[in-house]
């Protein structure tokens, strides 16, 4: 454990008091069907920062994190109480446009889901939809896009080829890209390394801390040592209920709570 | 938003079209049928028009012995060679006959006719007897009609049974030949009932091939042995609506003829799909 | 022991079962392909038929294709977006459901109902008269199931993730279904539709009903016009024909019909397989 801390050194040097609460959840609950899936959220990510929600596999993690693009809106049995506020506007409100929402959070998803088709399509997927840019301002915006996610020079002489040829981690790479081409905000990542090998986590884990100085970013993790790597702040949460969120070095120096110090030693999960 | 909900409706409207045919073809047909659908109709021994007499027992009559005749005949061949292509054959050779077999599916049914008037029909007069056309023809004809469809479907089937079953059983010391027969047929045995009764459905509508074998009698007759000419339900409707004239009985009795073979089709395709089918998910 | 021979024993009977499909199913191509080479010239390719059995088959072979594209022009934006609505934006509940029910119904349906129903409709209460348009509509409405099935298929093989992905850029369903969906489906949906094509191409009673009579002289020139098709023409030649050319004729019409039968059933399969390994990669 104690190499953890080492790489933790800088994020306990930040101080979150500083920052933003960009993304603010009050009295969130949210059920699919009958099963009550969110209990009571109340929580507060902070800007420019790394938040990390971890906790055992079915814990409501990954929708706590699909409900700041109100993604579970596609699902038709999901229902909602209580508000999310992003910087101070409540998401939930009636008139909200959810397709302008999503516009500002990007989201990585956990398998490399690049779309059927070129690199430079993937890419220029999103600014296209907006009309956002053509021609050379488009491309002007796949390069950056694609630098930021430290990717333009592995595929700067084949952005016509198929996103499909690529590795696992590139393609991942490839997402992220797509996500930072609509200029967003907040970056909400769902476990974005459990389909990738561990050197392709250590890529991605070193672009995240790269992105938190631009954005926003949200990370969902079953992964303890990555959540403890990359993340200032970390949240445990524990059958839809946030269970402890604070500082990483303090969750996981001096959890507060027995379950997430069962959590953090291994006992379950 | 709004365009969202505009092209939502649109497409339910689209969607709603196959239901709007099917309801008035209903329609349509009762429309015109119905008032023939009276017990001297269905049970009538003599169909002659111009003595306006209207009675389709016979023509029934063929068409069940046809049609029966010729499921037994798909079956024998078509079930067993659907469980060698799933069981028994190498990848290759099953990809070969597999992709022949779909290919075939949906020949036209005249070409099929043709060589059916061509080649079977003299075969059957010079080696079997008769005058060839004959319920006989009918059977092989049909047969080969359906025999495709049926072992590309039941061949789907077979293979839908997770290999985990078969693998179980085989580890048991079981034999292939015990391992399909105890685990394998049994589980896919819902999926084969169903393609049968599709088949069933399909070789009673089925009209061109079958009409240019059986040789259509001009008043047709309860048929006593497999050499017989009969009449088919689908091939009267073909032969006889271009000299039926527009609003008279003959043509309200064609009508009525395609609603008996309306409600018998759609009476086996619920069978198969909403019966077997769903006994099978449960 | 005992099991091993009763093994072996089923093993045979299979073989000669299998060996019996593999030989009855390709006889008839076999067969058409031997007698109708010879016939094909090009006279009897762009010849009209005269005095029945006699001449060539260009009016039919061109009615065919109008047949087989005016149908397909109806049919297949129905079907599509059919199953872009089943598949995509139905609930499953009473309304789906039927609608589902009657699509099978459709599918189901025998040629000579559709056909009645066609002559009836078009032909008799739309005045449209025995025509290509009525021919064409009637054979959509017997396309019109198997479009539905295969692009319903088609669409669902379309991993949700790519949905997703679209949808948490700020797409809207329809934007996604357009950009993202349908581009990835296209090639099952288009097997799909070559696949009813097929179907429509070689069906005999439906054009009988509502086309015409199949011995037109004249290639259609407008949408009421009778028009004449091969499959009917092969049933009326092989029917009714009495002289040695009539028969040739009939060869030759039913290789052409073949050719252009298996052309679409070909490259549907092809286009099927070659996607298939695509999506598998």
């Not at chain 3, 997703?164 to 296209?186: F, N």
């Given at each position: 454990?104690?190499?953890?801390?080492?790489?933790?050194?800088?994020?306990?040097?930040?101080?979150?008091?500083?920052?933003?609460?960009?993304?603010?959840?009050?009295?969130?609950?949210?059920?699919?069907?009958?099963?009550?899936?969110?209990?009571?959220?109340?929580?507060?990510?902070?800007?420019?920062?790394?938040?990390?929600?971890?906790?055992?596999?079915g814990c409501?993690?990954?929708t706590?994190?699909?409900?700041?693009?109100?993604?579970?809106?596609?699902?038709?049995?999901?229902?909602?109480?209580?508000?999310?506020?992003?910087?101070g506007?409540?998401?939930?409100?009636?008139?909200?446009?959810?397709?302008?929402?999503?516009?500002?959070?990007?989201?990585?998803?956990?398998?490399?889901?690049?779309?059927?088709?070129?690199?430079?399509?993937?890419?220029?997927?999103?600014?296209?939809?907006?009309?956002?840019?053509?021609?050379?301002?488009?491309?002007?915006?796949?390069?950056?896009?694609?630098?930021?996610?430290?990717?333009?020079?592995?595929?700067?002489?084949?952005?016509?080829?198929?996103?499909?040829?690529?590795s696992?981690?590139?393609?991942?790479?490839?997402?992220?890209?797509?996500?930072?081409?609509?200029?967003?905000?907040i970056?909400?990542?769902?476990?974005?390394?459990?389909?990738?090998?561990?050197?392709?986590?250590?890529?991605?884990?070193?672009?995240?801390?790269?992105?938190?100085?631009?954005?926003?970013?949200?990370?969902?993790?079953?992964?303890?040592?990555?959540?403890?790597?990359?993340?200032?702040?970390?949240?445990?949460?524990y059958?839809?209920?946030?269970?402890?969120?604070?500082?990483?070095?303090?969750?996981?120096?001096?959890?507060?709570?027995?379950?997430?110090?069962?959590?953090?030693?291994?006992?379950?999960? | 938003?709004?365009?969202?909900?505009?092209?939502?409706?649109?497409?339910?409207?689209?969607?709603?079209?196959?239901?709007?045919?099917?309801?008035?073809?209903?329609?349509?047909?009762?429309?015109?049928?119905?008032?023939?659908?009276?017990?001297s109709?269905?049970?009538?021994?003599?169909?002659?028009?111009?003595?306006?007499?209207?009675?389709?027992?016979?023509?029934?009559?063929?068409?069940?012995?046809?049609?029966?005749?010729?499921?037994?005949?798909?079956?024998?061949i078509?079930?067993?060679?659907?469980?060698?292509?799933?069981?028994?054959?190498?990848?290759?050779?099953?990809?070969?006959?597999?992709?022949?077999?779909?290919?075939?599916?949906?020949?036209?049914?005249?070409?099929?006719?043709?060589?059916?008037?061509?080649?079977l029909?003299?075969?059957?007069?010079?080696?079997?007897?008769?005058?060839?056309?004959?319920?006989?023809?009918?059977?092989?004809?049909?047969?080969?009609?359906?025999?495709?469809?049926?072992?590309?479907?039941?061949?789907?089937?077979?293979?839908?049974?997770?290999?985990?079953?078969?693998?179980?059983?085989?580890?048991?010391?079981?034999?292939?030949?015990?391992?399909?027969?105890?685990?394998?047929?049994?589980?896919?045995?819902?999926?084969?009932?169903?393609?049968?009764?599709?088949?069933?459905?399909?070789?009673?509508?089925?009209?061109?091939?079958?009409l240019?074998?059986?040789?259509?009698?001009?008043?047709?007759?309860?048929?006593?042995?497999i050499?017989?000419?009969?009449?088919?339900?689908?091939?009267t409707?073909a032969?006889?609506?271009?000299?039926?004239?527009?609003?008279?009985?003959?043509?309200?009795?064609?009508?009525?003829?395609?609603?008996?073979?309306?409600?018998?089709?759609?009476?086996?395709?619920?069978?198969?799909?909403?019966?077997?089918?769903?006994?099978?998910?449960? | 022991?005992?099991?091993?021979?009763k093994?072996?024993?089923?093993?045979?009977?299979?073989?000669?079962?299998?060996?019996?499909?593999?030989?009855?199913?390709?006889?008839?191509?076999?067969?058409?392909?031997?007698?109708?080479?010879?016939?094909?010239?090009?006279?009897?390719l762009?010849g009209?038929?005269?005095?029945?059995?006699?001449?060539?088959?260009?009016?039919?072979?061109?009615?065919?294709?109008?047949?087989?594209?005016?149908?397909?022009?109806?049919?297949?934006?129905?079907?599509?977006?059919?199953?872009?609505?089943?598949?995509?934006?139905?609930?499953?509940?009473?309304?789906?459901?039927t609608?589902?029910?009657?699509?099978?119904?459709?599918?189901?349906?025998?040629?000579?109902?559709?056909?009645?129903?066609?002559?009836?409709?078009?032909?008799?209460?739309?005045?449209?008269?025995?025509?290509?348009?009525?021919?064409?509509?009637?054979?959509?409405?017997?396309?019109?199931?198997?479009?539905?099935?295969?692009s319903?298929?088609?669409?669902?093989?379309?991993?949700?993730?790519?949905?997703?992905?679209?949808?948490?850029?700020?797409?809207?369903?329809?934007?996604?279904?357009?950009?993202?969906?349908?581009?990835?489906?296209?090639?099952?949906?288009?097997?799909?539709?070559?696949?009813?094509m097929?179907?429509?191409?070689?069906?005999?009673?439906?054009?009988?009903?509502?086309a015409?009579?199949?011995?037109e002289?004249?290639?259609?020139?407008?949408?009421?016009?009778?028009?004449?098709?091969?499959?009917?023409?092969?049933y009326?030649?092989?029917?009714?024909?009495?002289?040695?050319?009539?028969?040739?004729?009939?060869?030759?019409?039913?290789?052409?019909?073949?050719?252009?039968?298996l052309?679409?059933?070909?490259?549907?399969?092809?286009?099927?397989?070659?996607?298939?390994?695509?999506?598998?990669?």
């Open positions: 454990m104690s190499n953890t801390y080492m790489i933790n050194g800088d994020a306990a040097a930040f101080s979150p008091r500083l920052a933003l609460d960009k993304v603010v959840f009050k009295g969130f609950n949210l059920w699919y069907g009958d099963n009550h899936v969110l209990k009571d959220i109340d929580i507060a990510i902070k800007s420019n920062v790394v938040t990390a929600f971890m906790g055992p596999s409501g993690k990954s706590l994190l699909r409900s700041i693009d109100r993604m579970n809106d596609i699902i038709p049995s999901c229902k909602t109480e209580g508000d999310v506020y992003i910087d506007r409540n998401i939930y409100e009636p008139d909200e446009d959810v397709y302008e929402l999503r516009k500002t959070v990007g989201m990585v998803f956990q398998k490399p889901n690049p779309f059927p088709m070129s690199i430079y399509d993937n890419i220029a997927y999103g600014p296209r939809l907006h009309k956002m840019a053509s021609g050379e301002g488009l491309d002007k915006i796949v390069e950056e896009s694609l630098r930021g996610a430290v990717l333009w020079d592995e595929v700067k002489d084949r952005l016509q080829e198929n996103a499909f040829g690529l696992g981690g590139q393609q991942q790479r490839v997402c992220i890209a797509r996500a930072l081409s609509i200029n967003p905000d970056i909400l990542m769902d476990e974005p390394c459990s389909a990738l090998d561990p050197i392709a986590t250590i890529k991605i884990e070193a672009l995240m801390r790269e992105l938190k100085d631009k954005y926003t970013v949200v990370l969902v993790t079953h992964n303890l040592q990555q959540a403890a790597r990359v993340s200032e702040m970390t949240a445990f949460m059958i839809g209920e946030i269970i402890e969120f604070g500082a990483t070095s303090d969750v996981f120096e001096n959890p507060q709570n027995e379950l997430t110090e069962n959590y953090i030693t291994g006992r379950f999960g | 938003m709004r365009t969202e909900d505009i092209i939502s409706k649109i497409l339910f409207l689209c969607a709603s079209f196959s239901a709007v045919i099917v309801f008035m073809i209903t329609v349509f047909l009762l429309q015109e049928g119905v008032r023939m659908l009276n017990p109709f269905l049970f009538g021994k003599t169909w002659s028009p111009h003595r306006e007499l209207f009675g389709i027992f016979p023509t029934l009559v063929g068409t069940l012995c046809v049609v029966a005749g010729a499921v037994v005949i798909a079956t024998a078509g079930i067993p060679s659907a469980i060698f292509l799933s069981e028994f054959s190498p990848f290759w050779v099953r990809n070969i006959i597999k992709s022949s077999v779909e290919l075939i599916v949906g020949i036209p049914s005249v070409v099929i006719g043709f060589f059916g008037l061509t080649v029909v003299p075969f059957i007069r010079d080696n079997v007897g008769g005058r060839g056309e004959s319920i006989l023809a009918g059977w092989i004809v049909l047969a080969f009609m359906i025999l495709p469809n049926l072992i590309t479907i039941a061949e789907d089937s077979l293979r839908a049974v997770p290999r985990s079953y078969r693998e179980a059983s085989l580890a048991l010391g079981a034999t292939r030949w015990q391992t399909v027969r105890n685990v394998v047929l049994p589980s896919a045995s819902s999926g084969i009932r169903a393609a049968l009764v599709l088949g069933v459905g399909r070789a009673m509508g089925e009209t061109m091939a079958v240019m074998v059986v040789g259509n009698p001009e008043t047709p007759w309860i048929p006593l042995g050499l017989d000419r009969v009449r088919m339900l689908t091939s409707i032969i006889e609506f271009s000299y039926a004239e527009w609003g008279s009985s003959h043509q309200y009795a064609l009508f009525a003829i395609g609603v008996v073979l309306f409600f018998m089709v759609t009476a086996l395709n619920f069978i198969a799909t909403f019966v077997i089918r769903r006994k099978n998910i449960q | 022991m005992k099991e091993a021979q093994e072996k024993a089923v093993r045979g009977l299979l073989y000669v079962t299998v060996g019996l499909s593999i030989v009855i199913l390709p006889i008839i191509v076999v067969w058409v392909i031997a007698n109708g080479v010879g016939a094909i010239s090009l006279g009897f762009t009209r038929p005269y005095r029945f059995e006699y001449g060539g088959i260009f009016p039919q072979i061109m009615g065919s294709i109008y047949l087989v594209s005016l149908c397909t022009l109806f049919g297949a934006p129905l079907g599509i977006a059919s199953a872009i609505y089943l598949s995509e934006y139905a609930s499953d509940n009473v309304v789906t459901r609608v589902r029910f009657f699509t099978e119904t459709l599918a189901g349906m025998p040629s000579i109902v559709i056909g009645l129903f066609g002559l009836e409709f078009l032909v008799y209460y739309l005045k449209l008269k025995t025509s290509l348009l009525a021919g064409a509509i009637s054979l959509s409405f017997m396309m019109l199931p198997w479009t539905i099935r295969a319903e298929e088609a669409i669902n093989v379309v991993p949700k993730e790519y949905r997703e992905a679209s949808l948490a850029m700020g797409a809207t369903k329809w934007q996604t279904i357009l950009r993202v969906v349908l581009p990835a489906a296209i090639p099952g949906i288009m097997t799909g539709v070559l696949l009813g097929g179907k429509a191409i070689g069906e005999t009673a439906v054009v009988w009903l509502t015409g009579s199949g011995l002289a004249f290639v259609p020139r407008t949408l009421k016009s009778p028009t004449g098709s091969l499959p009917m023409y092969i009326l030649i092989a029917t009714q024909g009495h002289t040695a050319e009539g028969l040739q004729n009939a060869f030759g019409a039913s290789l052409v019909l073949l050719v252009m039968f052309a679409m059933s070909v490259s549907a399969l092809f286009i099927r397989n070659h996607y298939l390994r695509r999506l598998g990669s």
